[in-house]
T-cell receptor, first 113, second 111 residues
Framework: GQQLNQSPQSMFIQEGEDVSMNCTSS?????WLWYKQDPGEGPVLLIA?????ELTSNGRLTAQFGITRKDSFLNISASIPSDVGIYFC?????????????FGTGTRLKVLA | AAGVIQSPRHLIKEKRETATLKCYPI?????VYWYQQGPGQDPQFLIS???????DKGSIPDRFSAQQFSDYHSELNMSSLELGDSALYFC??????????FGPGTRLTVT
């Protein structure tokens, strides 16, 4: 079935460093989404991408929808301790007029002060 | 802005009991999704509703059922609870085809 490969699985970085993570698939998708989840909380939408090649920023976050429509990356600049959490990529799949969402396995980010 | 509301936030039940989780989607959103998330796992899709009709079904056990009501709120009913049902349960809503917004979740503990 369709699968999203998200990497890295986890990363430890120093406060102030930039972070980069990506999500790849063998299938083509029309929407890429990035979420952040804090422990015990619901995932929070960070960025939604709807167009191949699109580059979108949200504060210190930047995400791009790959030109092949098979990948996306998320960058975080100048990381701070509250960036800690799990970052999920997700895509939407059109199932005959309704949509389902497929999630990546997550990148666990830890920021060392 | 209004967000997805879930209740209760925490629930403790014993084995073989039943539980009902409630979800109130963002106003004007036409699609509701239910997910189960175990420790260290990504959210696993259970079931979804579009305009009050079931639109898709994932890995939802037969012991679970769900429905969406005329006011668009949804309920997930879980019967004959097992220890393995202990997890975070999320509801999400969206306009069909657009990004999902998640609720804060219900933490279910089965003892």
């Amino acid at each position: 079935g369709q699968q999203l490969n998200q990497s890295p699985q986890s990363m430890f970085i120093q406060e102030g460093e930039d972070v980069s993570m990506n999500c790849t698939s063998s299938s083509i998708f029309n929407t890429w989404l990035w979420y952040k989840q804090d422990p015990g909380e619901g995932p929070v939408l960070l960025i939604a991408l709807y167009k191949a090649g699109e580059l979108t920023s949200n504060g210190r976050l930047t995400a791009q929808f790959g030109i092949t429509r098979k990948d996306s990356f998320l960058n975080i600049s100048a990381s701070i301790p509250s960036d800690v959490g799990i970052y999920f990529c997700a895509v939407t799949v059109d199932t005959s007029g309704t949509y389902k969402y497929i999630f990546g396995t997550g990148t666990r980010l830890k920021v060392l002060a | 802005a209004a967000g997805v509301i879930q209740s209760p936030r925490h629930l403790i039940k014993e084995k073989r009991e039943t539980a009902t989780l409630k979800c109130y989607p963002i106003p004007r959103h036409d699609t509701v999704y239910w997910y189960q998330q175990g420790p260290g796992q990504d959210p696993q899709f259970l079931i979804s509703f579009y305009e009050k009709m079931q639109s898709d079904k994932g890995s939802i056990p037969d012991r679970f059922s769900a429905q969406q009501f005329s006011d668009y709120h949804s309920e997930l009913n879980m019967s004959s609870l097992e220890l393995g049902d202990s997890a975070l349960y999320f509801c999400a809503s969206s306009l069909v085809g657009y990004e999902q917004y998640f609720g804060p979740g219900t933490r279910l503990t089965v003892t």
